[in-house]
């Protein structure tokens, strides 16, 4: 996944969004 390749910082946020969404 992408999320993965990121930062933990993007990584974490972007997957938290993921989950809210």
Not at 4 to 16: E, I
Request: proline letters at 10%.
């Amino acid at each position: 996944e992408n999320a993965v390749n990121q930062p933990p910082s993007k990584g974490l946020n972007a997957k938290k969004k993921r989950k809210t969404a």
